[in-house]
């Protein structure tokens, strides 16, 4: 494999439709656009992870990196490829913590028990605030609406990005001269395209 690097380029839709387990299985064959994929799916992920903890903007790229190379030499060992966005929310959290120890100069902890770690840096020297687990199954709810979103036709993706993305949203008018769309199926259309990704998500959900 390549080292771990995030290319700038676009992913094509057959690799964003792969699941993590092939994904990481095409990474371990060396196919450089299924890391690519796999980056792009959970790069969101990672970023938030730091902010929600209160990290700079600079750290949370430096725990991002850090959490790409764990990843990366961690690919062929990883025991449930099935439940990946857990391991990266997990890692991330570890990373986090010990990016805001090293920048707060926290004693010394046993790096092997990360919780103990965090309880020890935030009784010492007032660490940044663990995530409740109600903000990880947040993390995870969006994970898993982003990943369906990418399975979403590319009209369906434009449509919904337009309406529910941008800031500020476009209206009708301005999404069908751009998009092509008549006025009166804007409405059905995002009608569609919104239960076809909540049976995404149910598919997902199990």
Same mark, same amino acid.
């Given at each position: 494999?390549?080292?771990p690097?995030?290319?700038? +380029?676009? $992913?094509p839709?057959a690799w964003?439709?792969?699941?993590?387990?092939?994904? $990481?299985?095409a990474?371990?064959?060396?196919e450089?656009?299924?890391w #690519?994929?796999? %980056?792009?799916?959970?790069q969101?992920? $990672?970023?938030? $992870?730091?902010?929600?903890?209160?990290?700079?903007p600079?750290?949370?790229?430096?725990?991002?990196?850090?959490?790409?190379?764990?990843l990366?030499?961690?690919?062929?060992?990883?025991r449930d490829?099935?439940?990946?966005?857990?391991?990266? %929310?997990?890692?991330?959290?570890?990373e986090?913590?010990?990016?805001?120890r090293? +920048?707060?100069?926290?004693?010394?902890?046993d790096?092997?028990?990360?919780?103990?770690?965090m309880?020890r840096?935030?009784?010492?020297?007032?660490g940044?605030?663990?995530?409740?687990?109600e903000?990880?199954?947040a993390?995870?709810?969006?994970q898993?609406v982003r990943q369906?979103?990418?399975?979403?036709?590319?009209?369906?993706?434009?449509?919904?990005?337009?309406?529910y993305?941008?800031?500020?949203?476009?209206?009708?008018?301005? %999404?069908?001269?751009?998009?092509?769309?008549?006025?009166?199926?804007?409405g059905?259309?995002?009608?569609?395209?919104?239960?076809?990704?909540?049976r995404l998500l149910d598919e997902? #959900?199990?």
């Amino acid at each position: 494999m390549r080292a771990p690097f995030h290319s700038a +380029r676009s $992913i094509p839709a057959a690799w964003s439709r792969r699941d993590d387990a092939a994904l $990481i299985a095409a990474c371990l064959r060396g196919e450089a656009r299924a890391w #690519d994929a796999l %980056i792009d799916r959970y790069q969101a992920l $990672i970023f938030s $992870i730091p902010l929600h903890m209160g990290l700079s903007p600079g750290d949370a790229e430096d725990v991002f990196q850090d959490v790409c190379l764990l990843l990366f030499t961690h690919l062929d060992s990883l025991r449930d490829r099935a439940r990946l966005s857990s391991w990266l %929310i997990s890692t991330t959290r570890r990373e986090a913590w010990r990016m805001a120890r090293r +920048r707060r100069a926290l004693p010394e902890a046993d790096l092997a028990d990360p919780e103990r770690e965090m309880e020890r840096g935030e009784r010492l020297a007032g660490g940044p605030p663990e995530l409740p687990e109600e903000a990880v199954l947040a993390l995870e709810r969006q994970q898993r609406v982003r990943q369906a979103f990418q399975q979403l036709p590319e009209r369906c993706r434009e449509l919904l990005e337009r309406l529910y993305v941008r800031d500020p949203p476009e209206t009708y008018a301005q %999404i069908s001269a751009r998009m092509r769309l008549p006025m009166g199926s804007i409405g059905p259309t995002r009608a569609r395209c919104l239960q076809r990704l909540q049976r995404l998500l149910d598919e997902a #959900d199990g």
